[in-house]
C-alpha cells in the first residue's frame, strides 16, 4: 500500500496564529482527502483535493500531484481548530491509505 | 437522517461475549468500509465491501466477521476477542468513481 507521511505530528498555536500541515505520499494517488477528527472522534471531511488549490473560509489546501505532496492551510486558528487532521490517499479505485495525523491544539 | 451513522456509540465487552457493530449509510453509496483506529496508528482498513461483496480483507482475524446484507447497511460481528482489540471502529462509506469517503462517528469499543 501507500505510505503517508504527515508533519509535524503535534502542533500547539496560540489562538489567532496560521499553520501549514504537510502530507508526502510514497506514491502517486489520484484520489485525496483531508479530515479533520473531532474530540469525539468524527471524522470530518474538510477537502476532497486530488491537485490544485482550494478554499473553504479559514482553510485552504494545496496538493502537488506530480510531487505527491499535499498542503493544509489554517489561518486565524480558533480553539475550534483543536483536534487532529489526517491526510488521506488513494491510486487504485477508492482505498485510501491514512497517514498517522497531526494532533493540534489551538489556546486561547 | 442523513450521512453515515453507526451505532452503538460505545460497548465494554468481555473477552467470551458475542456482540456486533452497526453502520448504516443514507447517502446512495454503493461501497462500506471498516476501519480500526488505534492509538498512535494509522487508520487500518479492515474490510472493504463494493456492491455488497467483500473485495478487500486486509488479514484480520476470524474473531472479527463482517457482513454487508444490502448497499446501506454494515456489521461487524466481534466474538472472544482480545484486549488489544480495543479500539475506535469507524465505517465509511463512498460512490465508486465519485469523491471520497463519508465516515460515520465511530464506535468505541473496550475488550475487557
Known amino acids: 500500500g501507500i505510505q503517508v507521511e504527515q508533519s509535524p505530528p503535534d502542533l500547539i498555536l496560540q489562538e489567532g496564529a496560521n499553520s501549514t500541515l504537510r502530507c508526502n505520499f510514497s506514491d502517486s494517488v489520484n484520489n485525496l482527502q483531508w479530515f479533520h477528527q473531532n474530540p469525539w472522534g468524527q471524522l470530518i471531511n474538510l477537502f476532497y483535493i486530488p491537485s490544485g488549490t482550494k478554499q473553504n473560509g479559514r482553510l485552504s489546501a494545496t496538493t502537488v500531484a506530480t510531487e505527491r505532496y499535499s498542503l493544509l492551510y489554517i489561518s486565524s486558528s480558533q480553539t475550534t481548530d483543536s483536534g487532529v487532521y489526517f491526510c488521506?490517499?488513494?491510486?487504485?479505485?477508492?482505498?485510501?491509505?491514512f497517514g498517522t495525523g497531526t494532533s493540534l491544539t489551538v489556546i486561547p | 437522517e442523513t450521512g453515515v451513522t453507526q451505532t452503538p456509540r460505545h460497548l465494554v465487552m468481555g473477552m467470551t461475549n458475542k456482540k456486533s457493530l452497526k453502520c448504516e449509510q443514507h447517502l446512495g453509496h454503493n461501497a462500506m468500509y471498516w476501519y480500526k483506529q488505534s492509538a498512535k496508528k494509522p487508520l487500518e482498513l479492515m474490510f472493504v465491501?463494493?456492491?455488497?461483496?467483500?473485495?478487500e480483507n486486509n488479514s484480520v482475524p476470524s474473531r472479527f466477521s463482517p457482513e454487508c446484507p444490502n448497499s446501506s447497511h454494515l456489521f461487524l460481528h466481534l466474538h472472544t476477542l482480545q484486549p488489544e482489540d480495543s479500539a475506535l471502529y469507524l465505517c465509511?462509506?463512498?460512490?465508486?468513481?465519485?469523491?471520497?469517503?463519508?465516515f460515520g462517528s465511530g464506535t468505541r469499543l473496550t475488550v475487557v
Open positions: 465509511a462509506s463512498s460512490q465508486e468513481g465519485a469523491q471520497g469517503y463519508t
Open positions: 488521506a490517499g488513494a491510486n487504485t479505485g477508492n482505498q485510501f491509505y
Open positions: 465491501y463494493n456492491f455488497k461483496e467483500q473485495t
